[in-house]
């Protein structure tokens, strides 16, 4: 699909919007919209087929994400949105490494809920902020086997009121391979299958 290859390409050498200047920023944003006028899946939550499963993010506006690239001596790694259709559960990571031995991960589990055909209500439940090699971290996969199971992990794991820490995301292009969705912050997130 052309739109989908414009995207991608629009995407190319930002490092996930790190690098992106106003110019890109605006390309990427037209190329997102255009992308979404055709959505092969028009009521992205019922096709839990397409929506489960471990996601790469390729490109955020979000400044919350970008930000953890700022930590010192520290680098934004992967980042991860994992979607558990069964348990209704979705699982952000991201990996952080700099110093060697010093590889880190900030990851937040939440419960989500359909409130419409394009969007869920989120709400976080757990937070992990921990080095990688004390975690016993090794994939994404794996991390979130541990945290169904109940896992404490040595690090800063708390639990987030979900009163007070919660929000929304519309998915609003869904394919195979590539998600776009729109957050109530005003951020977009694009993201491609692993």
Same mark, same amino acid.
């Given at each position: 699909?052309?739109?989908?290859?414009?995207?991608i390409?629009?995407i190319?050498g930002?490092?996930r919007?790190?690098?992106?200047?106003?110019?890109?920023k605006?390309a990427?944003?037209?190329a997102i919209a255009?992308l979404e006028?055709?959505?092969? +899946?028009?009521?992205?939550l =019922?096709?839990?087929?397409?929506?489960n499963g471990?996601w790469?993010?390729?490109?955020t506006s979000?400044?919350?994400?970008?930000n953890?690239?700022?930590i010192p001596?520290?680098k934004?790694g992967?980042?991860y949105?994992?979607i558990r @259709?069964?348990t209704?559960?979705v699982?952000?990571?991201?990996e952080?490494?700099?110093?060697?031995y010093?590889e880190?991960? #900030?990851?937040v589990a939440?419960? !989500?809920e359909p @409130?419409?055909e394009?969007r #869920?209500q989120v709400?976080?439940q757990?937070?992990?902020?921990g080095l990688?090699r004390?975690i016993?971290y090794s &994939?994404?996969a794996?991390?979130?086997?541990e945290?169904? &199971?109940?896992?404490k992990?040595?690090a !800063?794991?708390? @639990?987030?009121?979900s009163?007070?820490?919660?929000g929304?995301?519309?998915?609003?292009y869904?394919? =195979?391979?590539?998600r776009?969705?729109r957050?109530?912050?005003? &951020? #977009? !997130? #694009?993201?491609?299958? +692993?």
């Open positions: 699909m052309l739109g989908k290859a414009n995207l390409d629009a190319a930002t490092n919007g790190l690098l992106a200047n106003a110019a890109q605006q990427i944003l037209a255009n006028d055709f959505n092969p +899946t028009p009521r992205p =019922e096709a839990t087929h397409l929506l471990d790469r993010l390729i490109y979000s400044k919350a994400l970008l953890l690239d700022r001596f520290a934004l992967q980042i949105q994992c @259709v069964n209704s559960s699982y952000n990571i991201a952080i490494y700099g110093l060697p010093l880190g991960l #900030v990851s939440a419960k !989500f @409130v419409s394009k #869920v709400k976080f757990r937070s992990i902020l990688k004390l016993a &994939s994404p794996t991390f979130i086997q945290i169904e &199971s109940g896992k992990f040595t !800063f794991d708390t @639990v987030i009121n009163d007070k820490q919660q929304w995301l519309d998915i609003t869904i394919d =195979e391979d590539l776009i969705g957050g109530n912050e005003g &951020s #977009v !997130f #694009v993201l491609s299958k +692993t």
